[in-house]
Structure formats: C-alpha cells, structure tokens
C-alpha cells in the first residue's frame, strides 16, 4: 500500500475524495483517511451506523474517521497483525504534525501541501509543516481565484526558512470557484461523486493530480477513467 499525504489547514476533504473517485476508477482499491481536527468525511460521506471510528464504503472508496493510527483501523477491519493491508493507495487527509507522524506521512510516496492564499490557511499550514521533526518534500496544490505568479512567489516568500522542501518542478493550481463548489454541494445532498458538470479548469486539476500519483506512464488509463467519469449522470 502506498500512502500519500494531503496536508494543511485548507479543507480538503473534498478535494481528496474526487482524486480517490478517479483511482477506484482506474481500478486501483483506495483508503481515505480523515484524521483532521473537523473530521469533515463524517458529516459528508453517508454511513448507516456512525460510530466514534469507523470505516465505510462510498462508491467504491473506503473512508476512514477518528482513527489516531494504522493499527487502530487494522483492528477495526479485522486485518491479522504483520499482514498487509489489501489498498494500493491510502490518501491521508493531515492537518496538524501529531497526524502526521502516527499515520508515517514523512515515509509517503507524495506529499501535498493543499492551501488557498487566505492568511490564515497559509499560516497555519506552514505552522503545521514547521512542527515536523524532518523537511518534508511538498507538492503544491494551489486554490487560487485569479492563478497569479505572485501568489506562489508569495508562498515561496513566507515559507523561507521553514521544513518545506518544494518540487519546483509540478504544482497545481484550483481554480477558486467556476461553479464547482455549487456542484460539489449538490452530490452532497445525493450522495454521490459525479464530475460532469465540474469545471474544466477542477477536472484538469484532478487528473493531473491522479496521474502525479499513479505515474506517467499510466496516463491512457486516467484518460479512460475521466470518459467513463464523464458519462456518470
């Protein structure tokens, strides 16, 4: 199982959700944990018989909530100790440095740094990265309104001396709203993760984001998994 970190102040729990939807699509078995302080899946993703942890099924996706660790959701699935769990990828939703260092995201294939340029989501983010033990190379993912240069050379600015390591080479930028947060609600109330009537500008962010994970070299299935995606009503 590979894990991948999603990390920040920012809400990203949606964000998360639609990126594990394009894996599960690809074929892969996806873990989604929410370990953050709002613990936001719970109230988002449907689930019969909430408890204080659990882990539920949603279209094909495993999500997790109010587990402190990995051997707190073994358990709770029954997995025998030293056998390994059956998920090709975890997404780990983190929003402080203790989250970060029970569930091992320092040892995780990626690592994002999810932030919109409010102060607040950037300082605490950094406040966050900071309190790790270790630097820790980040991939930014950008909510941006209008997707200005200075806006990253602000980030860049503002996290001089601190524990990111940024990959200056890959960055994605959201846009802030073209209409997605209107979409996103409305398969809240349903239930459900349809991309159709998303943004452009949101869809490309997503399969650029599941390809980074998933590899270059699996692109023609990303592309298959959008289509299929693309005619879910």
Known sequence: METVGFIGSYDKTDLIIYVAKVLTTV??????IDNTITQKAKYIVPVINPTKAYVTEFEGIDVSVGFSNFEEIRKFLGIPEGKDF???YCLIDVD????FETFHVDNSKRNYFV???DLYSLKRGLEIINDFKEPVKLTKILYSKDILKEEDDYLNYVSLGSKAIWNEDYR???PFDNGDQSVIFENQR???IGIRKLSNLFKDSLYYIALDILGEDKESEVKRAFKILEKEV
């Open 172 to 174: 994605v930028y959201i």
């Open 27 to 32: 074929g892969k078995k996806v873990l989604v």
């Open 86 to 88: 059956e998920y090709d």
């Open 115 to 117: 932030t919109s340029f």
């Open 96 to 99: 402080s440095n203790e989250n």
């Open 190 to 192: 349903v239930s459900k």
